[in-house]
């Protein structure tokens, strides 16, 4: 047998413990071993408290117990994202986990929907989403197992504290045989005759070796930026933010849902936890300075601020490869795209999963490390365009931000899908993140109808038809009514060990 792949994880973070965890969950020990170097004294960002319904893909598939998991990482369930004011003043939708329409209706219900709107019937498409009704009324429950069901027709995510999922992870993943060192590096060391990277000399003045390296180091992309000189590609023509904000208050109603409000310059995220609730104003240095949006921010929370705002730069783009030579970045050493739709954890999850079975021997094939490439470009592409479609699908004219998104040119692939969905209302289906109900969500939550549909909409009489629809919203809405609350199920499945201090309404004033 061959010996096995030598892997070191520089960071630990979530992208860090995220993939230790993976590794050594699905390769045997014998043919890998696998040691993540971070430092105690490096800060790590924490962005991605909103996660997407593939977070529990990941956790199911690497062992994690959901229970425990959220327990510890004091967490809550998240069924959409709401967007307010985001395609005017006033508007308010959610693009929910789930289709809109029964479990069997497929890609057709919108086009039926349309054909009743044109006919004079009048009804919110998210009427019939079964995740949107159940977020809107603060209820929860696991989506039922018969596929058949209305109540099968959504999943769901997490909010949870990232800095507590990644002790949780590391906890697992040194059980099942991560070596972990402490210590900051002070020199990487490049073969010279290929420029691999073949070792990272620590502080301590301890050399570590490996044959492929996995840059998780964030910002600073160690090894992919700073060692290698991979290129950096700028998106912020698209995606201007390039500010964060975030600040923790107190614990406010567990609405099971994130919730983005367009702002001045940007927008705010509020995200519920069991302990806290974590709040956020994401903006552009362009269109606000940096001590307007701090008090903006303040003035705007619902609870007791916990801290005072803590600021992040960033620029919205990506490294123009994620693997080159021996070394593959991951998250924000990677790419980052603005946390507008919690995709930051599923960058991370998606590029551990796709190199699982493109791991090298001692010697890579660069046809594997083209193909990683490729895959993460894809992913990288598509989430940003559905990212900027919340931007340029805006009718505000009230502030100077929105303005310049809505007059913006924009990826001719985005254009392309706004252009088609327009026309006949049909949405591009492909495997990956965001399928064509998340695309429906933003298309008609901002205001964009379509002004045909499908001919095949036709097959049903148009009296079968309204009746068919008002039916299916009375089942909706009575079997939401049935759920238990989302405080309720969290407290009888996952409530935190500490106790819960409840805020009073006095004391949010």
């Known amino acids: 047998m061959s010996e096995p792949l030598d892997i070191v994880v520089l960071g630990g973070g979530t992208a860090g413990w995220m993939a230790a965890t993976a590794l050594v969950s699905f390769i045997p020990q014998d043919r890998c ?109 696991f989506p039922e197992k018969d596929q058949s069901k209305i109540n099968s027709t959504f999943s769901y995510a997490y909010h949870f504290d990232a800095s507590l999922y990644s002790v949780f992870l590391r906890g697992l993943a040194e059980q099942r045989g991560v070596t972990r060192t402490e210590g900051k590096v002070k020199d990487v060391i490049q073969d010279p005759e290929n420029g691999d990277v073949r070792s990272l000399v620590l502080e301590s003045g301890e050399t570590i070796s490996a044959d492929l390296f996995i840059d998780c180091s964030g910002f600073r992309s160690l090894l992919l930026n700073k060692t290698l000189g991979v290129a950096w590609e700028d998106w912020s023509k698209w995606l201007p933010c390039d500010r964060a904000f975030a600040v923790p208050s107190e614990r406010d109603e567990l609405s099971p849902y994130t919730r983005s409000t367009a702002m001045e310059a940007g927008w705010r995220w509020r995200i519920p936890l069991q302990h806290r609730t974590g709040n956020g104003y994401v903006c552009s240095s362009s269109f606000i300075k940096e001590d307007e949006a701090a008090d903006a921010l303040l003035r705007s929370l619902e609870t007791k601020a916990l801290a005072e705002p803590r600021m992040l730069k960033f620029q919205a783009g990506r490294r123009v490869v994620s693997w080159e030579k021996n070394c593959v970045a991951l998250g924000l050493a990677s790419g980052f795209l603005e946390p507008l739709e919690s995709t930051s954890i599923y960058l991370i999850q998606v590029a551990v999963l796709q190199l699982l ?20 470009d894809k992913e990288y592409e598509r989430i940003r365009d559905f990212l900027i479609l919340h931007y340029k699908l805006n009718s505000r004219d009230d502030a100077e931000i929105w303005r310049y998104c809505a007059a913006m040119a924009v990826p001719e692939s985005l254009t392309r899908k706004i252009e088609v969905f327009r026309h006949s209302g049909i949405i591009e289906r492909y495997q990956g993140l965001f399928s064509p109900p998340s695309w429906l969500s933003v298309f008609t939550g901002q205001g964009l109808v379509p002004a045909n549909y499908t001919p095949v909409a036709d097959a049903m009489p148009e009296d079968r038809l309204i009746s068919f629809l008002d039916a299916l919203r009375t089942e909706i809405r009575d079997k ?30």
């Open 33 to 141: 071993r696998v040691r993540l170097v971070e430092s105690d004294e490096i800060g790590i960002v924490g962005v991605g408290e909103a996660t997407l319904p593939q977070m529990k893909n990941f956790n199911d598939a690497v062992g994690v117990g959901e229970t425990e998991m959220m327990r510890a990482t004091k967490g809550t369930f998240k069924l959409g994202i709401e967007f307010v004011d985001w395609g005017y003043k006033g508007s308010r939708y959610i693009h929910p986990f789930g289709v809109h329409g029964p479990a069997d209706a497929g890609h057709i219900f919108h086009h039926q929907w349309l054909r009743a709107l044109q006919r004079g019937w009048t009804s919110d498409l998210q009427e019939f989403s079964f995740a949107v009704q159940a977020a809107r009324n603060g209820r929860f429950d």
């Open 357 to 376: 079975p493109l791991l090298p021997a001692k010697r890579i094939d660069p046809r594997l490390r083209d193909e990683f490439n490729r895959l993460i």
């Open 480 to 509: 939401v009514e049935g759920m238990p609350s989302h405080d309720g199920f969290i407290d009888g499945y996952c409530a935190m060990e500490s106790p819960i201090v409840r805020v009073s309404e006095e004391a949010k004033l």
